[in-house]
């Protein structure tokens, strides 16, 4: 049964952002923002708890997850990549070329893909004490999160960026878990390329907008609802 521990949200004449500390996800929408001075408001959302998965919340995202951003008019855009998608739109960090946006955009779909079920998983069970639970899981997911890795750093021996030769969105949001690699007991030093690229990507992005962790939520150590 679903709780209501979220409703709706009055309109205000600020964006609002649903969010969660440790969510790398919504981390990518943090740091557009701070490139982009926009400013918003925050509405932590307690994943551990169930607060998204509420009536009142799968009516602003059907998945129950964060990110959600809420634009001043009421309306509502999920899944990070979107909403960068959204939020870049008419900047320097997406391109008005229909080729260039494109392939900005498949950065983004192979993060979502490969990034997202190797790299972020494996960090999550390994931050919230849930490598025994998924035991027999780790050594193929292991496997899997090298090769993306491998993947990157293939395209990245010879591009400073991941598309169009210049920083945009797709490096956000590929930089998000993949500099955290190795929270995820991965090694990238012998990858060269990506090495680089995050340490190029890094001194770009600054500390502005820090990674927050898993262990500032007590209840993090319980499974999702």
Request: hydrophobic letters at 40%; a negative charge.
């Amino acid at each position: 049964m679903c709780r209501n521990a979220i409703s709706l949200p009055e309109r205000s004449h600020l964006m609002k952002l649903y969010d969660y500390a440790g969510s790398q996800n919504a981390w990518k929408i943090r740091q557009l923002c701070a490139h982009l001075g926009r400013e918003y408001q925050t509405q932590w959302v307690s994943i551990f708890a169930g607060e998204s998965h509420t009536d009142g919340f799968y009516k602003m995202n059907p998945a129950g997850a964060v990110p959600v951003l809420e634009l001043d008019d009421g309306r509502f855009i999920a899944e990070s990549n979107a909403i960068l998608l959204y939020l870049a739109d008419g900047t320097d960090y997406l391109p008005s070329d229909a080729f260039e946006r494109a392939k900005v955009c498949q950065w983004l779909f192979f993060e979502a893909d490969y990034v997202q079920a190797t790299i972020a998983s494996l960090r999550y069970w390994n931050l919230t004490g849930k490598n025994d639970a998924n035991h027999a899981q780790l050594p193929n997911r292991r496997a899997s999160a090298k090769n993306v890795l491998a993947m990157l750093d293939r395209h990245l021996s010879n591009q400073d960026f991941l598309a169009n030769s210049r920083y945009s969105v797709a490096d956000i949001a590929v930089y998000a878990y993949t500099h955290l690699a190795h929270e995820a007991d991965l090694d990238i030093v012998p990858y060269d390329g990506l090495t680089a690229w995050i340490r190029r990507v890094g001194n770009i992005v600054g500390d502005a907008v820090p990674v927050r962790y898993y262990s500032e939520d007590p209840l993090s150590g319980q499974d999702l609802k």
